[in-house]
Nanobody, 124 residues
Framework: QVQLVESGGGLVQAGGSLRLSCAAS????????MGWFRQAPGKERNFVAAIAWNGLSTYADSVKGRFTISRDNAKKTVYLQMNSLKPEDTAVYFC??????????????????WGQGTQVTVSS
């Protein structure tokens, strides 16, 4: 089994920064694709960013240039550095692990394990 625990969410003013962390436990991590998704109230869960075992990453257009995903395989942790935050970034942020594929996917249905989520609120 895999457990994912997010941390680092909070309340920040527009233009500010936050860094989210997601710690994995239970089994191997270094070969897995890790993703970040977010869900605003009343909306579907959307892709934010993902990173492969070799550091290759991809981003949603809405966060490109502002967010950076990274990973520390030794610590079994993936990070999401969020800069220049906007009120529309307000959502619950989830990290996810793909236990099957070695390539990046933006589809939430292809991720096998999920964290409990962490709230990010950006005030205007």
């Amino acid at each position: 089994q895999v457990q994912l625990v997010e941390s680092g969410g909070g309340l920040v003013q527009a233009g500010g920064s936050l860094r989210l962390s997601c710690a994995a436990s239970g089994r191997t991590f270094s070969s897995n694709v890790m993703g970040w998704f977010r869900q605003a109230p009343g909306k579907e869960r959307n892709f934010v960013a993902a990173i492969a075992w070799n550091g290759l990453s991809t981003y949603a257009d809405s966060v490109k240039g502002r967010f950076t995903i990274s990973r520390d395989n030794a610590k079994k942790t993936v990070y999401l550095q969020m800069n220049s935050l906007k009120p529309e970034d307000t959502a619950v942020y989830f990290c996810a692990l793909d236990d099957v594929r070695g390539y990046i996917s933006r589809a939430s249905s292809l991720y096998d394990y999920w964290g409990q989520g962490t709230q990010v609120t950006v005030s205007s």
